[in-house]
Protein backbone atom coordinates (compact mmCIF):
# COMPACT_ATOMS: atom_id res chain seq x y z
CA UNK A 1 0.00 0.00 0.00
CA UNK A 2 1.42 2.98 -0.88
CA UNK A 3 1.39 5.87 1.62
CA UNK A 4 -1.02 8.69 1.84
CA UNK A 5 1.17 11.33 3.17
CA UNK A 6 4.99 10.84 3.08
CA UNK A 7 7.41 13.42 4.50
CA UNK A 8 11.20 12.92 3.56
CA UNK A 9 14.02 14.42 5.62
CA UNK A 10 12.14 18.15 6.43
CA UNK A 11 13.82 20.90 7.73
CA UNK A 12 12.70 24.11 8.70
CA UNK A 13 14.21 27.20 10.16
CA UNK A 14 12.98 30.67 11.88
CA UNK A 15 16.38 32.52 11.42
CA UNK A 16 19.20 30.66 13.14
CA UNK A 17 16.92 28.58 15.02
CA UNK A 18 16.10 24.60 13.73
CA UNK A 19 12.37 24.14 14.33
CA UNK A 20 12.78 20.79 12.15
CA UNK A 21 15.38 18.79 11.74
CA UNK A 22 15.75 16.02 9.28
CA UNK A 23 11.92 14.77 9.97
CA UNK A 24 10.46 11.90 7.91
CA UNK A 25 7.13 10.48 8.87
CA UNK A 26 4.86 7.96 6.92
CA UNK A 27 1.16 8.17 6.70
CA UNK A 28 -1.28 5.27 5.65
CA UNK A 29 -4.16 5.87 4.25
CA UNK A 30 -6.71 5.42 6.85
CA UNK A 31 -4.61 5.37 10.09
CA UNK A 32 -4.81 7.38 13.14
CA UNK A 33 -1.77 8.80 14.42
CA UNK A 34 -0.77 10.50 17.49
CA UNK A 35 1.97 12.88 17.52
CA UNK A 36 3.42 14.28 20.48
CA UNK A 37 6.30 16.30 21.87
CA UNK A 38 7.10 18.53 24.83
CA UNK A 39 5.87 22.46 24.21
CA UNK A 40 8.08 23.77 21.23
CA UNK A 41 8.98 20.36 19.75
CA UNK A 42 8.05 21.35 16.32
CA UNK A 43 4.57 19.53 16.09
CA UNK A 44 2.60 22.55 14.77
CA UNK A 45 5.11 24.07 12.37
CA UNK A 46 5.20 20.26 11.11
CA UNK A 47 1.38 20.86 10.47
CA UNK A 48 1.88 23.88 8.80
CA UNK A 49 4.70 22.63 6.30
CA UNK A 50 2.53 19.52 5.73
CA UNK A 51 -1.09 22.67 5.06
CA UNK A 52 1.43 25.01 3.18
CA UNK A 53 1.17 27.47 5.98
CA UNK A 54 4.61 27.38 6.23
CA UNK A 55 7.07 25.95 3.61
CA UNK A 56 9.78 23.54 4.56
CA UNK A 57 13.44 24.31 4.12
CA UNK A 58 14.43 21.20 2.48
CA UNK A 59 12.49 17.30 2.18
CA UNK A 60 9.66 16.92 0.85
CA UNK A 61 5.94 16.18 1.31
CA UNK A 62 4.29 14.21 -0.84
CA UNK A 63 0.61 13.65 -0.48
CA UNK A 64 -1.78 11.61 -2.60
CA UNK A 65 1.34 10.22 -4.50
CA UNK A 66 1.75 14.36 -5.25
CA UNK A 67 4.73 16.77 -4.38
CA UNK A 68 3.19 19.53 -2.18
CA UNK A 69 6.78 21.33 -1.86
CA UNK A 70 5.84 25.53 -3.22
CA UNK A 71 2.09 24.51 -3.07
CA UNK A 72 0.14 27.16 -1.23
CA UNK A 73 -2.46 26.22 1.71
CA UNK A 74 -5.76 27.16 -0.49
CA UNK A 75 -4.39 24.59 -2.74
CA UNK A 76 -3.24 21.82 -0.43
CA UNK A 77 -6.58 22.22 0.90
CA UNK A 78 -7.90 20.84 -2.71
CA UNK A 79 -5.86 18.10 -2.60
CA UNK A 80 -7.33 17.05 0.40
CA UNK A 81 -5.39 18.37 3.56
CA UNK A 82 -7.00 19.86 6.72
CA UNK A 83 -6.66 21.32 9.91
CA UNK A 84 -7.97 22.62 12.53
CA UNK A 85 -6.53 25.20 14.87
CA UNK A 86 -4.99 25.13 18.21
CA UNK A 87 -7.53 27.83 18.98
CA UNK A 88 -10.48 27.74 16.95
CA UNK A 89 -10.52 30.34 13.84
CA UNK A 90 -14.29 30.69 13.46
CA UNK A 91 -15.84 33.57 11.14
CA UNK A 92 -17.15 35.39 14.16
CA UNK A 93 -19.90 37.94 12.55
CA UNK A 94 -21.55 34.65 10.74
CA UNK A 95 -24.06 31.93 11.66
CA UNK A 96 -22.52 28.19 12.45
CA UNK A 97 -24.70 27.98 9.17
CA UNK A 98 -22.95 30.66 7.68
CA UNK A 99 -19.62 29.23 8.86
CA UNK A 100 -20.03 25.68 7.48
CA UNK A 101 -21.43 27.25 3.58
CA UNK A 102 -18.20 29.37 3.31
CA UNK A 103 -15.78 26.28 2.99
CA UNK A 104 -18.46 24.42 1.18
CA UNK A 105 -19.07 26.98 -1.37
CA UNK A 106 -15.36 27.13 -1.65
CA UNK A 107 -15.05 23.43 -2.05
CA UNK A 108 -17.68 23.17 -4.60
CA UNK A 109 -15.78 25.62 -6.68
CA UNK A 110 -12.82 24.35 -6.28
CA UNK A 111 -13.82 20.72 -7.17
CA UNK A 112 -16.70 21.00 -10.35
CA UNK A 113 -17.26 17.57 -10.13
CA UNK A 114 -19.01 18.29 -6.75
CA UNK A 115 -21.21 20.79 -7.70
CA UNK A 116 -23.88 18.05 -8.88
CA UNK A 117 -23.79 15.87 -5.74
CA UNK A 118 -23.57 19.09 -3.74
CA UNK A 119 -25.76 20.95 -5.35
CA UNK A 120 -27.88 21.64 -2.40
CA UNK A 121 -25.14 23.49 0.21
CA UNK A 122 -27.82 23.97 2.94
CA UNK A 123 -28.54 20.41 3.42
CA UNK A 124 -25.02 19.43 3.04
CA UNK A 125 -24.75 22.30 5.87
CA UNK A 126 -27.11 20.68 7.87
CA UNK A 127 -25.16 17.12 7.92
CA UNK A 128 -22.20 18.70 8.74
CA UNK A 129 -23.38 20.55 11.95
CA UNK A 130 -25.55 17.28 13.08
CA UNK A 131 -22.46 15.28 12.82
CA UNK A 132 -21.18 17.60 15.09
CA UNK A 133 -24.06 18.12 17.23
CA UNK A 134 -24.77 21.43 16.54
CA UNK A 135 -27.54 21.11 14.45
CA UNK A 136 -29.63 23.02 17.07
CA UNK A 137 -27.25 25.86 16.81
CA UNK A 138 -27.44 26.57 13.11
CA UNK A 139 -28.43 30.25 13.13
CA UNK A 140 -26.72 30.99 16.17
CA UNK A 141 -23.28 32.63 16.18
CA UNK A 142 -20.06 31.65 17.18
CA UNK A 143 -19.90 33.80 20.42
CA UNK A 144 -22.92 31.73 21.68
CA UNK A 145 -20.97 28.44 22.05
CA UNK A 146 -18.98 26.74 25.03
CA UNK A 147 -15.37 25.89 24.36
CA UNK A 148 -16.30 22.25 23.65
CA UNK A 149 -19.05 23.29 21.08
CA UNK A 150 -16.36 25.73 19.21
CA UNK A 151 -14.15 22.62 18.92
CA UNK A 152 -16.71 20.94 17.55
CA UNK A 153 -17.54 23.64 14.93
CA UNK A 154 -13.63 24.02 14.07
CA UNK A 155 -13.63 20.51 13.17
CA UNK A 156 -16.49 20.39 11.34
CA UNK A 157 -15.24 23.65 8.93
CA UNK A 158 -11.94 21.54 8.43
CA UNK A 159 -14.53 18.52 7.36
CA UNK A 160 -16.69 20.80 5.17
CA UNK A 161 -13.15 20.43 2.64
CA UNK A 162 -13.72 17.04 2.46
CA UNK A 163 -10.39 16.13 3.63
CA UNK A 164 -8.42 12.38 3.10
CA UNK A 165 -6.19 13.94 5.91
CA UNK A 166 -7.51 15.93 8.65
CA UNK A 167 -5.04 17.24 11.17
CA UNK A 168 -6.32 17.84 14.81
CA UNK A 169 -3.92 19.84 16.09
CA UNK A 170 -4.21 20.59 20.23
CA UNK A 171 -8.24 20.02 19.50
CA UNK A 172 -8.86 19.24 23.42
CA UNK A 173 -6.79 21.17 25.42
CA UNK A 174 -8.94 22.98 28.20
CA UNK A 175 -12.04 20.33 28.17
CA UNK A 176 -13.30 18.11 30.98
CA UNK A 177 -12.99 14.15 30.53
CA UNK A 178 -16.63 13.83 28.80
CA UNK A 179 -16.24 17.19 26.63
CA UNK A 180 -12.86 14.99 25.74
CA UNK A 181 -14.48 11.72 25.09
CA UNK A 182 -16.45 13.51 22.98
CA UNK A 183 -14.28 15.17 20.63
CA UNK A 184 -12.71 11.74 20.77
CA UNK A 185 -15.87 10.01 19.23
CA UNK A 186 -16.43 12.56 16.54
CA UNK A 187 -12.78 11.82 15.15
CA UNK A 188 -13.37 8.20 15.74
CA UNK A 189 -16.66 8.61 13.62
CA UNK A 190 -14.85 11.01 10.75
CA UNK A 191 -12.24 8.27 10.85
CA UNK A 192 -14.53 5.44 10.55
CA UNK A 193 -15.60 7.35 7.39
CA UNK A 194 -12.45 7.06 5.89
CA UNK A 195 -10.57 10.31 6.73
CA UNK A 196 -7.03 9.19 7.58
CA UNK A 197 -6.25 11.90 11.34
CA UNK A 198 -3.37 13.01 12.47
CA UNK A 199 -4.10 13.44 16.12
CA UNK A 200 -1.46 16.15 17.78
CA UNK A 201 -2.45 16.05 21.67
CA UNK A 202 -1.00 16.53 25.24
CA UNK A 203 -3.65 14.45 26.81
CA UNK A 204 -2.26 10.92 27.03
CA UNK A 205 -5.52 9.10 27.61
CA UNK A 206 -6.87 10.61 24.72
CA UNK A 207 -3.93 10.02 22.61
CA UNK A 208 -3.28 6.28 23.67
CA UNK A 209 -7.43 5.20 23.14
CA UNK A 210 -6.88 6.99 19.68
CA UNK A 211 -3.55 5.96 18.05
CA UNK A 212 -2.88 3.42 16.11
CA UNK A 213 0.37 4.81 15.87
CA UNK A 214 2.44 7.05 17.74
CA UNK A 215 5.29 9.59 16.61
CA UNK A 216 7.08 11.68 19.05
CA UNK A 217 9.01 14.97 18.37
CA UNK A 218 11.72 15.99 20.46
CA UNK A 219 13.76 19.24 19.32
CA UNK A 220 12.89 18.99 16.03
CA UNK A 221 13.60 15.67 15.73
CA UNK A 222 11.37 12.64 15.60
CA UNK A 223 13.10 10.02 18.05
CA UNK A 224 10.39 7.51 18.11
CA UNK A 225 7.33 6.03 15.67
CA UNK A 226 5.70 2.82 16.03
CA UNK A 227 3.22 1.04 18.55
CA UNK A 228 1.85 3.34 21.06
CA UNK A 229 2.11 0.96 23.86
CA UNK A 230 5.99 0.63 22.85
CA UNK A 231 6.54 3.91 22.23
CA UNK A 232 5.60 5.27 25.55
CA UNK A 233 8.03 2.89 27.12
CA UNK A 234 10.96 3.99 24.76
CA UNK A 235 13.51 5.43 27.70
CA UNK A 236 14.16 8.62 25.35
CA UNK A 237 10.69 9.24 24.91
CA UNK A 238 10.22 9.32 29.00
CA UNK A 239 13.27 11.10 29.33
CA UNK A 240 12.46 13.77 27.43
CA UNK A 241 8.48 14.07 27.63
CA UNK A 242 6.49 11.46 29.72
CA UNK A 243 8.59 11.60 32.32
CA UNK A 244 8.20 15.46 32.92
P1 LIG B 1 4.82 22.73 19.29
O1 LIG B 1 3.63 22.83 18.41
O2 LIG B 1 5.43 21.36 19.35
O3 LIG B 1 4.57 23.26 20.66
P2 LIG B 1 5.93 24.71 17.49
O4 LIG B 1 6.04 24.00 16.20
O5 LIG B 1 4.82 25.66 17.65
O6 LIG B 1 5.99 23.65 18.68
O7 LIG B 1 7.27 25.51 17.73
C1 LIG B 1 8.55 24.91 17.59
C2 LIG B 1 9.61 25.97 17.82
O8 LIG B 1 9.64 26.86 16.72
C3 LIG B 1 9.37 26.83 19.06
O9 LIG B 1 10.60 27.11 19.66
C4 LIG B 1 8.73 28.07 18.50
O10 LIG B 1 9.01 29.18 19.31
C5 LIG B 1 9.39 28.20 17.14
N1 LIG B 1 8.51 28.83 16.15
C6 LIG B 1 7.34 28.34 15.69
N2 LIG B 1 6.79 29.13 14.77
C7 LIG B 1 7.66 30.18 14.63
C8 LIG B 1 7.66 31.36 13.82
N3 LIG B 1 6.68 31.59 12.96
N4 LIG B 1 8.72 32.19 13.95
C9 LIG B 1 9.72 31.93 14.81
N5 LIG B 1 9.78 30.85 15.59
C10 LIG B 1 8.76 29.98 15.52
MG1 LIG C 1 1.64 23.41 18.79
Redesign the pocket.
Known sequence: MSSLLHIDNIT?R??G?V??DGVDLEVQPGERLGLI????????????CICGT?QNDSGNVQFDGKPMNGLAAHQRTHRGIARSF?LPRPFHSMTLADNLRIPLLYTVRAREGMLHAHSDLGARCHELLDMVGLAAKAKQMPRDLTQVEMRKLELARAVAAEPKLLIA??AMAGLSHSEIDDILALLLRLNERGITIIL?EHIMSAVMSFSQRLAV?VS?RKVADGKPEEVVRDPEVVRAYLGQ
Do not use: M, R, Y
Not at 41 to 47: A, E, N, Q, R, Y
Open positions: KFHFALGPNGSGKSTLVNLQDEILG
